[in-house]
């Protein structure tokens, strides 16, 4: 169990880091989570490794890729996207009781922890004991049959853990009804097929020394052996660091996504816009085709079931009534942050580009920038950098919009650091104007 608690931490850590752009129809879901476009530091990588090489090798050709389309020729009303007022609802404020429940959480799912119970002294129904044990045949102790500081589960005969195996037959027995401190022999015999043909048929006595019954850990049991062995640190009040950090980092990841989400719902609601009816099937096509590679092996005659399994019962006709409008949305956001971009005079930036496009290979989205291009051009690299370079200027239009929005944060109204520092500057100047 060593050091798997934190290693399931950076794993995770890292997964939030990932970034991410370009077209959510390519990501390999139903489209209730589509349909908007990620900002670089804020999107989670979703898209399916190399789905464009594999397109590419099944013969399939992009119906969408032979547009070329500009957000001036369909966005007929622009809203006012200066100051828009939008509220996030989420709880992001990260607390000693919210890191405790955290770590509860790890420790049920990531590994068997076990503690002293301090109220029992007698072996019942469903304990868990800690043993010492030696097993010997013809009173000669034989290797690998002597182990101390196991955890055994009683009634199940098994070892307690994530890779817990079972005993032989009989192995545990001898542990029903046992007290704290009892020393115990018990009695087996190896089956005739064991893999140990030295052992195989014989009989074996073991003697058991009870250390104790034990309880599932939880928070509270933690100490510094724990958090040593489990999150590489020497105390628990660091280890509770490392959980606050992570836990303030995708708190801090949660409210840019919230952000995000809410401010291209306004922007969504409040602009006007078209969308051709030929690249909207087209994009259609495309999705439907990547959502089967990715979760159909490319078999169309298994996706029906596969949205029944996965999905609530969910029939091909009720899917693609979502993808269509999760497409649509993403569609209209391309749009909208299209002709914001060309409307703020958004330059690109082939220096700030390469790192973004590193980022997202760093953080393990893809294999290099390369398969990075094929996935978005459904194999076609050129067609993919020329797409992905537009989502990158359509990602800095919507940060630009962000970093002028009014957020309310339950309710309580919060500006991005930039508006309030700059109301500060402002305060200042007019009480300086004042005494003058």
Not at 182 to 205: C, H
Not at 302 to 313: A, H, P, R
Not at 382 to 390: D, I
Not at 414 to 421: A, I, T, Y
């Amino acid at each position: 169990m060593k050091n798997k608690i934190v290693a399931a931490i950076l794993t995770s850590a890292m997964l939030i880091s990932m970034t991410a752009c370009g077209d959510a129809a390519k990501n390999g879901q139903t489209g209730e989570e589509t349909g908007q476009t990620q900002a670089p530091a804020e999107s989670g990588a979703n898209e399916p490794e190399d789905s464009g090489t594999e397109a590419q090798a099944s013969g399939y050709v992009s119906e969408s890729r032979v547009f070329d389309l500009h957000g001036k020729d369909y966005v007929t009303e622009l809203c006012d996207y200066n100051k828009i007022p939008v509220t996030i609802t989420g709880d992001y404020e990260v607390t000693q009781e919210k890191a405790e429940v955290y770590l509860n959480q790890l420790i049920a799912s990531y590994g068997s922890f076990y503690v002293p119970d301090e109220s029992k002294t007698k072996v019942g129904a469903g304990d868990v004991v800690n043993v010492d044990y030696v097993g010997k045949v013809d009173g000669v102790a034989f290797e690998g049959g002597s182990a101390e500081d196991q955890v055994i589960d009683v009634d199940n005969n098994c070892s307690v853990g994530q890779f817990g195996g079972g005993y032989i037959p009989g192995f545990t027995d001898a542990l029903k009804n046992a007290k704290k401190g009892d020393v115990i022999d018990g009695n087996v015999t190896f089956p005739e097929d064991y893999n140990n043909a030295d052992l195989a048929g014989k009989e074996a006595v073991f003697t058991f020394t009870v250390n104790a019954i034990m309880r599932p850990m939880t928070a509270a049991d933690a100490d510094d052996a724990f958090a040593k062995e489990q999150f590489n640190v020497d105390t628990v009040e660091e280890m509770y660091q490392v959980l606050n950090d992570y836990l303030k980092g995708t708190a801090q990841m949660a409210k840019q996504s919230d952000t995000t989400g809410a401010i291209q719902d306004y922007l969504l609601e409040n602009c006007k816009y078209d969308i051709p009816e030929d690249y909207m099937e087209a994009r259609l096509k495309d999705y439907r085709y990547n959502f089967i590679l990715a979760n159909c092996q490319g078999d169309e005659s298994k996706l029906e079931s596969f949205l029944m399994t996965n999905y609530n019962g969910t029939s091909i006709d009720e899917a693609e009534e979502i993808w269509r409008k999760s497409i649509q949305e993403q569609i209209g956001m391309e749009f909208i942050l299209d002709v914001v971009a060309e409307k703020e005079n958004i330059e690109f930036n082939e220096e700030d580009y390469n790192e973004y496009l590193e980022s997202m290979v760093s953080g393990g989205a893809y294999e290099s920038v390369d398969k990075l291009y094929e996935t978005y051009g459904y194999g076609d690299v050129e067609y993919g950098k020329a797409y992905t370079k537009k989502i990158y200027l359509e990602n800095l239009a919507l940060n630009k919009i962000k970093e002028t929005a009014i957020i309310t944060e339950n309710e309580n109204t919060v500006q991005e650091s930039e508006q309030q520092d700059s109301a500060e500057q402002d305060g200042e100047q007019q009480d300086h104007t004042e005494q003058e």
